[in-house]
């Protein structure tokens, strides 16, 4: 279900859809904090692989111009990896994100990449 809704923020092009503009949730769990975290980064990575693609947010898509890359908001660069291994993946196929790996997180991101 994920893809379905990393296509769905792609796709609005409105300042405050914008990832830099994730509000930090200031979760007082720290797992969900680092998940949270570590998925915004994922989409980052997922949104600029598309725009590199050529996609565009606005559904258009542009073969060899300059982009503007998305950035992560400031907030997750201050979230610490867990203490213990935190497994999100159901089999060993999938191999795990490297945005939650450095938190360490066990989950798949190829799901965002979809186009």
């Given at each position: 279900?994920?893809?379905?809704?990393?296509?769905?923020?792609?796709?609005?092009?409105?300042?405050?859809?914008?990832?830099?503009?994730?509000?930090?949730?200031?979760?007082?769990?720290?797992?969900?904090?680092?998940?949270?975290?570590?998925?915004?980064?994922?989409?980052?990575?997922?949104?600029?692989?598309?725009?590199?693609q050529g996609l565009r947010r606005d559904g258009t898509h542009a073969?060899?111009?300059?982009?503007?890359?998305?950035?992560?908001?400031?907030?997750?660069?201050?979230?610490?990896?867990?203490?213990?291994?935190?497994?999100?993946?159901?089999n060993e196929t999938d191999s795990a994100g490297?945005?939650?790996?450095?938190?360490?997180?066990?989950?798949?991101?190829?799901?965002?990449?979809?186009?």
């Open positions: 279900m994920m893809g379905y809704e990393s296509d769905y923020f792609f796709y609005h092009t409105e300042n405050s859809w914008q990832l830099s503009q994730i509000p930090d949730p200031r979760d007082k769990d720290s797992i969900r904090y680092a998940v949270l975290a570590s998925l915004v980064e994922a989409l980052v990575s997922a949104f600029n692989w598309k725009l590199e073969g060899d111009k300059a982009v503007d890359l998305q950035t992560r908001p400031n907030w997750t660069a201050d979230i610490q990896p867990l203490p213990e291994r935190v497994r999100l993946q159901r490297p945005e939650f790996l450095k938190r360490n997180i066990d989950a798949p991101t190829g799901y965002l990449y979809c186009v």
